[in-house]
């Protein structure tokens, strides 16, 4: 079966850009989105269709996606983007999360 | 705008069955389609199945084929996933989400319901 594959944590200083990978075989050729799950909430979407940000999501969110990652770049991390944020994709008509990973904000 | 509602917590015995519901508001026609998708506590997201509001066709994850059935009543605007033989594996907050026909993310999710499994 298809999986995606997120590093467990990243850490980043407030102001600095924090990059979060998410590895799969031929991603590339797929569309990638990304979620933000702060705890106690529901997923939201911050990135879709590889590069877009629905409305609502800052600018500093941004995407990419080329080979076998997708990467999901916050510029300028404030400290209300500490949160668990997870990429997905399809595979044969079934969804796929990556694991998840913890963006720590210190 | 699109709202989804989820109904409450719930306590079941292991070989129990639990019904989740979730009621979708805002949509103008059936063209999307609603994934269930789960969380054990500090664990992953895990993607269960989905089930296209029109039409009703259905495609479940491996992991989860043959114990776990989504269904929907249009007239309702709401779809149900039943997981059957509860293990205590099975306790989790479980998800429902809406993606709009041809489009590969999930925009909207609704706000979790906790299913207990417990002797």
């Known amino acids: 079966s298809y999986e995606l594959t997120q590093p467990p944590s990243v850490s980043v200083s407030p102001g600095q850009t924090a990059s979060i990978t998410c590895s799969g075989d031929?991603?590339?050729?797929?569309?990638a989105c990304w979620y933000q799950q702060k705890p106690g909430q529901s997923p939201v979407l911050v990135i879709y269709e590889n590069i877009k940000r629905p409305s609502g999501i800052p600018e500093r969110f941004s995407g990419s996606n080329s080979g076998n990652t997708a990467t999901l770049t916050i510029s300028g991390t404030q400290a209300m983007d500490e949160a668990d944020y997870y990429c997905q994709a399809w595979d044969r008509n079934s969804v796929v999360f990556g694991g998840g990973t913890k963006l720590t904000v210190l | 705008q699109v709202q989804l509602v989820q109904s409450g917590p719930e306590v079941k015995k292991p070989g129990a069955s639990v019904k989740v519901s979730c009621k979708a508001s805002?949509?103008?026609?059936?063209?999307?389609?609603i994934h269930w998708v789960r969380q054990a506590p500090g664990q992953r997201l895990e993607w269960m199945g989905w089930?296209?509001?029109?039409?009703?066709?259905?495609k479940y994850s491996q992991r989860f084929q043959g114990r776990v059935t989504i269904t929907r009543d249009t007239s309702a605007s709401t779809a149900y996933m039943e997981l059957s033989s509860l293990i205590s594996e099975d306790t989790s907050v479980y998800y429902c989400?809406?993606?709009?026909?041809?489009?590969?993310?999930?925009?909207?999710w609704g706000q979790g319901t906790l299913v207990t499994v417990s002797s």
């Open positions: 089930i296209n509001a029109g039409n009703a066709n259905t």
């Open positions: 805002g949509y103008t026609s059936t063209s999307y389609v």
């Open positions: 031929k991603l590339g050729n797929k569309y």
């Open positions: 989400a809406t993606q709009s026909q041809g489009k590969p993310h999930l925009e909207h």
